[in-house]
């Protein structure tokens, strides 16, 4: 449950139990800035005049020739006065230093409204938790449980930029991110993990058959959808080959390019070390074609760009 500083008794919601509470702006902000505002203006006004037998740290007060000073540089054992230890500042300055920093911290907001999550205008950083359960969401990077972190930076009212990164969280994941120029957000884009593909096993169509056990044939699909395919087949039919080509192999839905793709794959486990054309189409097919002579085998890698 959410808790009060010990000292100031400001307000802070407890990650563990508030998550999914909705954000209460003048709870957990304005009224600690009050707070905050009333106790550094006492600090300040508090601040005796500077003492050259005691010791100062970094961001204390003292009073100096009817001016108020703020230590930059620590003095341990006390010292005559030193101007280039101390700026000098006013009550306005650091209020409006403090208000600053408290503007620019990430604030945990909980659960995310709508009116929050898609505006690209919202003023303040902050991590929350949006979800697909709640109809009155949209725009989510995906379905499932996600948490948010908004950063915002604004040249000018019309002219500036935000950023939103989403991370799943419970039973999906994934990690997505879109930016707005002014007060439009573009559409979510997937940020990739290095992680390696799943590799498949290349099956060889009827009257083929795998060159070696060790050499094996699979395809996979990275992050970015390209396509990557290596067979080593070899023909075990005698028959001359046919005007459309050897099918020597079929790619699953999924792993079939938008448009043919031609490529290149070569004989080099017999006699001749001959190239053929080789073709994948769009259901899938991998085609070698050999226009003089049955192919004894064929080897090759083929990479492409998967359809959409």
């Known amino acids: 449950m959410s808790v009060l500083t010990e000292v100031l008794k400001l307000f802070k919601y407890d990650p ?3 998550g999914d509470m909705t954000f209460n702006i003048g709870q957990c902000m304005n009224d600690n800035w009050d707070k905050l505002d009333a106790a ?3 600090a300040i006004a508090a601040a005796g005049a500077y003492n050259p037998e005691e010791s100062y740290a970094v961001g204390d007060y003292c009073t100096y020739k009817g001016k108020l000073h703020k230590c930059s540089t620590a003095i341990p054992t006390g010292e005559t006065w030193t101007e280039a230890h101390w700026t000098t500042t006013t009550v306005a300055a650091e209020l409006a230093e403090l208000s600053s920093q408290l503007s620019n911290a990430v604030m945990n907001i909980g659960k995310v409204p709508q009116s929050i999550f898609g505006n690209p205008g919202y003023p303040t950083s902050y991590v929350g ?3 697909d359960r709640d109809t009155l969401m949209e725009n989510l990077p995906g379905p499932g449980h996600w ?3 908004y950063i915002p930076y604004f040249a000018a009212a019309s002219e500036g930029w935000s950023v939103q990164i989403a991370i799943g969280a419970v039973e999906n994941a994934g990690l997505y991110w879109r930016k707005a120029r002014g007060f439009t957000w573009a559409a979510w ?3 990739a993990t290095p992680t390696p593909p799943q590799e498949f096993d290349l099956s060889p169509a009827d009257g083929w058959t795998h060159t070696h056990t060790w050499d094996k044939s699979s395809y996979c699909k990275t992050q970015e959808d390209l396509v990557i395919v290596h067979f080593s087949l070899e023909n075990s039919s005698a028959a001359e080959p046919p005007d ?3 099918i020597i192999a079929y790619l699953p839905e999924g792993f079939r390019p938008s448009a043919a793709v031609i490529g290149t794959c070569g004989d080099y ?3 001749g070390e001959n190239l053929y054309q080789c073709w994948v189409t769009t259901d899938g097919a991998i085609i070698v074609y050999s226009p003089a002579a049955a192919p004894k085998a064929a ?3 083929l990479v492409f760009v998967a359809a959409s």
Do not use: F, M, P, Q
Request: a negative charge.
């Open 16 to 18: 563990a139990t508030d």
């Open 40 to 42: 550094i203006l006492l």
């Open 129 to 131: 938790s949006v979800d």
């Open 147 to 149: 948490r948010i972190l």
């Open 189 to 191: 884009e997937n940020a």
């Open 244 to 246: 459309a080509g050897y």
């Open 269 to 271: 486990n017999h006699s």
């Open 299 to 301: 080897s090759g890698t």
